[in-house]
């Protein structure tokens, strides 16, 4: 994802819903479009021309109406400057510009535009990426034969090889660690099927409003990294499901911002992993998520020996020890955090449908393959 992280951090500000002092919200239309069944939303910080593209592959959009809401984390370069122009040139966009003082983090900038939506349909958009014409339509669709179906997941390809998958839906193993369907795979029609998926990834999603009012949106204590898929996790759990659709293309530049050996990126993502299962996970799979944990690391380091895998991708000793140290203080601030998700692993009881085993069916029905987690790059 482009919009991670900055140097005017406001992290430790309440949640979204709760607060509005220092933000700065600019209407490019004159009220809102009662006919637009979808609020679309993007995320930026720092990252002009990606937003500027990100909003020329929205003004493309056939067949549907929709609102565009653009939040901005405290951005220093020509990005309010961008929504505005995009605003001018395309007033089909309808677009809201939310310009925070700070950057608030990819979760709560969401919310943000969560709570300022009205259309009945919710999408995410990552300012990294760019939609093909028909990515909204398609999507829609998704949620027109079954109400249960609560969000919907594209198929985004690589920018820079788009004849490679960058995720096609999502998998997990059952320590926690989620990752794309096909993440890294050429495409050569293995994933051209409407289909049962887990969960959306956040880069080119769509939810049904109706599904988020019941069970809230991203966790923001996650901030950046595994957010979306414990929103997806915590609807499935809620009884809500999720479908693939192959038609919804989006084309994604991968790590815009920290990069793929990001040590950052690594931390919050091991850290992340920990309070995804202790959240939602049942106790059957979290008492074996040591031994779990422990054999994922151990195909890795096998696999990142021979060159292969996302430890690959930190060469040498000190590469190594660089990725392991961010392991370990991912860890540990997880560690620090479990007494706050076991309350809210609690609170999730609350709009529980599915029994614990049956989240351990899901949980194992949808698991990535230990080589296909640890031998190939995301």
Request: aromatic share 8%.
């Amino acid at each position: 994802m482009a919009e991670r992280f900055g140097s005017a951090d406001c992290t430790s500000l309440p949640p979204a819903a709760e607060r509005r002092s220092g933000e700065r919200e600019q209407m490019f239309f004159r009220r809102f479009p009662e006919s637009a069944e979808i609020s679309v939303i993007v995320v930026n910080w720092n990252r002009a021309e990606l937003l500027n593209n990100a909003l020329e592959s929205l003004a493309r959009q056939r067949g549907v109406e929709f609102e565009t809401i653009v939040v901005d984390n405290g951005s220093v370069d020509r990005s309010l400057e961008v929504a505005a122009q995009q605003a001018a040139r395309h007033p089909a966009l309808n677009l809201r510009l939310i310009a925070n003082p700070c950057n608030r983090g990819f979760c709560a900038a969401n919310n943000q535009g969560i709570a300022a939506s009205r259309a009945a349909l919710v999408a995410l958009l990552n300012n990294d990426a760019e939609a093909d014409a028909g990515w909204l339509a398609a999507l829609r669709r998704a949620f027109q034969g079954d109400v249960a179906v609560g969000m919907a997941a594209s198929k985004i390809l690589v920018y820079e090889d788009p004849s490679r998958i960058d995720k096609a839906g999502h998998l997990i193993y059952p320590d926690g660690q989620n990752r794309g369907r096909g993440s890294g795979e050429p495409d050569v029609g293995q994933y051209e099927r409407v289909e049962e998926t887990l969960w959306p990834d956040g880069c080119a999603a769509m939810y049904r409003r109706a599904m988020l009012e019941q069970i809230g949106g991203f966790d923001e204590d996650f901030y950046a990294y595994g957010d979306d898929a414990e929103l997806g996790l915590r609807a499935r759990i809620a009884g809500w499901t999720c479908l693939y659709v192959p038609e919804a293309v989006v084309r994604h530049h991968r790590a815009a911002t920290l990069g793929l050996d990001s040590s950052r990126r690594l931390e919050l993502i091991e850290r992340n992993r920990v309070l995804l299962a202790a959240k939602l996970f049942p106790w059957s799979l979290l008492w074996l998520n040591g031994g779990y944990y422990l054999t994922r690391i151990g195909a890795g380091m096998w696999a990142a020996a021979r060159g292969r895998g996302e430890v690959s991708r930190y060469p040498g000793l000190g590469g190594k020890l660089r990725a392991a140290t961010a392991l370990l203080k991912g860890d540990l601030k997880a560690l620090g955090m479990l007494p706050r998700m076991l309350r809210r692993r609690r609170e999730v009881r609350g709009i529980r449908k599915l029994t614990p085993r049956q989240v351990r069916e899901l949980i194992l029905r949808y698991r990535i393959g230990l080589k296909a987690l640890t031998q190939q790059t995301a």
